[in-house]
């Protein structure tokens, strides 16, 4: 390699992601600028109660739908938020969660319009992805009747968006890294959440699970492709809690409405 080679070019001069690091450095800057202490307590432990599992979109980043804090969420992304028990990946991820992070709360985030999920709604096949989609796919053509049965397509989608949700959340209630947690008493919960792209709004699926007992009592996945769960808005749970308190008649759960695709889609 001669000299001229190992010289940057007048294009590198400028590195093609100097863009990107400008904004680190003003980011760096309004973080201290605005709170002198900031990086010297993230330099410390992170302690975060919540552990996310959700889709890789771009669109669909954790610490921005809960507007929380770096330090505050653990998160694991892959493509349409899947729990595989032999995901390497995700097990250690969840494992340091429960085990030395104490994380109480552990969400499945699934979003509506998916581009994974769609994946596994066509037909095409060949890519290693579909390998990664194969449950949904063996879901779908076991319930290929409920979901042709939908008025139309983005119907179709948002219902297997949704049971998408319900089984990872089911299957990380399956792991012997949950089971262990529940049998020795930890408090933790986990979640089957939503998001719908075009409100911003998380909506709580369910199921919600606590303990051994609770997962047990869960009726079949099978069962839930025919009644769908009404996805109820996290500022609407709010709403129902509040007035329950009050005594005046909330409308449950939120839950054994045929809404399915209603809401967000
Ligand atoms: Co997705």
Not at 79 to 90: C, F
Not at 110 to 139: I, K, N, T
Not at 178 to 190: C, I, P, Q, T, Y
Not at 228 to 247: K, L
């Amino acid at each position: 390699m001669s000299a001229a080679d190992r010289a940057p070019r007048a294009a590198d001069a400028q590195g093609p992601l100097d863009h990107l690091l400008d904004r680190n450095v003003a980011w760096a800057q309004r973080r201290t600028r605005d709170d002198p202490g900031y990086f010297l307590r993230m330099a410390g432990l992170q302690r975060p109660r919540y552990l996310w599992i959700g889709c890789s979109d771009s669109r669909v980043t954790a610490n921005d739908v809960l507007d929380l804090d770096p330090g505050e969420v653990f998160v694991h992304r892959n493509i349409a938020n899947i729990a595989h028990g032999s995901d390497m990946n995700l097990l250690a991820v969840l494992e340091f969660a429960v085990e030395t992070l104490a994380v109480e709360h552990v969400i499945v985030c699934g979003h509506y319009g998916c581009g994974g999920v769609a994946r596994a709604l066509c037909s095409e096949r060949s890519a290693l992805v579909d390998h990664w989609l194969q449950p949904l796919v063996m879901f779908h053509h076991k319930h290929r009747a409920a979901f042709d049965a939908l008025p139309e397509e983005r119907a179709r989608l948002a219902r297997l968006c949704e049971i998408n949700v319900e089984m990872q959340v089911r299957r990380v209630a399956m792991t012997p890294i949950v089971e262990k947690a529940w049998r020795r008493g930890a408090a933790l919960h986990l979640h089957g959440w939503i998001y719908g792209m075009d409100d911003g709004l998380l909506r709580d699926l369910g199921p919600t699970l606590s303990s051994l007992a609770a997962r047990d009592a869960l009726e079949s996945i099978d069962e839930r492709v025919l009644r769908p769960r009404e996805a109820c808005a996290g500022v609407r749970r709010h709403a129902i809690a509040a007035f329950a308190g009050a005594g005046l008649g909330a409308a449950g759960d939120g839950t054994g409405s045929a809404g399915s695709g209603s809401i967000g889609k």
